[in-house]
C-alpha cells in the first residue's frame, strides 16, 4: 500500500472522520491506494487494519468541464440500479462538503472479481474464459437497456429529446474545449453524423462508457458482477452503448487498440458476433447499430484528446494506462469515417 502522506487528492484525516459519520466499522489506520488505468475520475482501494476493502472515487485534479466528472450524480445512478438485476458495487456513502473535502467524495462497496484492464490479464486467461467474459458483456448492456426508469426513479435522469442530436452536441462542444489541435478529418466526421442521425425509437438508461476494462468478472464463471464508470451515464438510445462497446472492440490488424488490443486474442468473439449476441437478446435494429458505432468511434476520440489536455494541463492526473497517443487518435477518427461510408452516410 502506498504511504497515505504520499497519496494525491485524499485527505486520510479527513475520510476517516467520515467512515465514523457513516457507521461503518473499521481498524485504524485506513490506508489508501490508487487503483485502475482510467485518467477520469480517480478512483482508490481503502483497506483497514483488519482486511476490509472499500472503494473510494473523487473527481479528477485541476479545472474540469462544465458537467463532467459528477460523481454524487453518479452515486444516485448506482444508487437507483440497486433494486434491479444490473450488477453495479452497492453505494454507501456521498461527501458533498467543501468544508470536509476540496471534492465530492463517493464510497463504495469493494467487489472481489477479475478486471480485464492490460494485456498481461487477458493473455492469461484461456479463450474459453476470454468467450464467456466477451459474451457476457452484451447480455449486461441488455439488462442495463431493460431498466424500469420511473420505477427506479430515473426518469428525470436527463432529457428525452433525441440522443444522436443531444451527443453531438455536448461532444462537439466538449472537443472545441478540450483540443491540442484543429482536425478537418473529425469536422467531416461531425457534419456526417449530423446530417445521418437516426430516428430515436426508444428512450432508455444508457450507460455512456461500458467496455472490458469497465466490468469486474467472477473468477469462477467470467460473467460480469460489477459494472463501473457510471459517470457519464444518462438516458438516450440504447445502441448507443453497444455502438461504444464495438468502437473498443478491435478485431486483428487494426491499430485503434492501442496498448489494449485484447478483443485480438483467440477466444474473444469478433465485432459481428458482439453485435449478434446483443440484437438476437434485444431485437433491436442492426442498420441503426452502425450509425452507433461510427459516433462511438468519434466520441472515443474526443474523449482521448481531453485526456492528452488535462495530462498536458495537469500532470498529476496521469495514469498507469499511459496517455493517448495522436496516431492513435487519428486512427480512430480513420476508422469511424470507415464505418461511415460502408453504412452509406
Known amino acids: 500500500m502506498s504511504d497515505t502522506r504520499e497519496i494525491v487528492g485524499i485527505d486520510p484525516a479527513a475520510v476517516t472522520r467520515w467512515f465514523t459519520a457513516l457507521g461503518i466499522e473499521y481498524a485504524t489506520p485506513l490506508r489508501f491506494d490508487r487503483i485502475g488505468l482510467g485518467q477520469s475520475n480517480l478512483t ?9 476493502r472499500w472503494v473510494l472515487r473523487r473527481p479528477p485534479l485541476g479545472q474540469l468541464l462544465a458537467s463532467a466528472h459528477d460523481v454524487v450524480r453518479e452515486a444516485r445512478i448506482m444508487s437507483a440500479l440497486e433494486s434491479t438485476d444490473v450488477p453495479a458495487p ?6 458533498d462538503d467543501p468544508a470536509v473535502a476540496e471534492a465530492p467524495l463517493v464510497l463504495m462497496e469493494y467487489v472481489d472479481g477479475q478486471v480485464v484492464d492490460t494485456m498481461t ?4 486467461l484461456t479463450p474459453h474464459r476470454r468467450r464467456a467474459i466477451a459474451e457476457s458483456l ?8 431493460a431498466v424500469d426508469l ?9 432529457s428525452h429529446k433525441p440522443y444522436a442530436q443531444r451527443q453531438i452536441k455536448r461532444w462537439s462542444g466538449q472537443w472545441e474545449k478540450s483540443k491540442t489541435r484543429e482536425l478537418p478529418e473529425l469536422d467531416e466526421l461531425t457534419g456526417r453524423l449530423t446530417a445521418a442521425m437516426p430516428q430515436q425509437r426508444e428512450v432508455t438508461l444508457v450507460h455512456g462508457d461500458f467496455h472490458l476494462r469497465n466490468v469486474i468478472t467472477s473468477h469462477a464463471t467470467g460473467a460480469v458482477t460489477a459494472a463501473l464508470d457510471w459517470e457519464l451515464s444518462t438516458l438516450g438510445d440504447p445502441l448507443a452503448d453497444m455502438g461504444s462497446l464495438l468502437a473498443y472492440w478491435v478485431e486483428p490488424g487494426e491499430n485503434t487498440g492501442g496498448d489494449f488490443p485484447a478483443s485480438t486474442l483467440d477466444g474473444f468473439p469478433n465485432r459481428a458476433e458482439m453485435a449478434r449476441i446483443y440484437l438476437d437478446r434485444t431485437g433491436r435494429d442492426p442498420a441503426a447499430l452502425r450509425y452507433w458505432h461510427s459516433l462511438g468511434l468519434w466520441k472515443f476520440a474526443i474523449i482521448a484528446e481531453g485526456v492528452v489536455r488535462r495530462a498536458i494541463d495537469t500532470p498529476q492526473n496521469k495514469a498507469a494506462a499511459g496517455t493517448p497517443t495522436i496516431e492513435r487518435i487519428d486512427a480512430v477518427i480513420s476508422k469511424a469515417l470507415e464505418i461511415a461510408d460502408s453504412a452509406g452516410f
Not at 90 to 95: M, Q, S
Not at 138 to 145: D, E, Q
Open 44 to 52: 482508490y482501494l481503502v483497506c483497514d487494519e483488519a482486511g476490509r
Open 90 to 95: 452497492r453505494i454507501l456513502g456521498v461527501l
Open 121 to 124: 490479464i487477458a493473455e492469461s
Open 138 to 145: 452484451p447480455h449486461t448492456l441488455a439488462k442495463i437497456h
Open 150 to 158: 420511473a420505477a427506479v426513479g430515473l426518469s428525470d435522469l436527463a
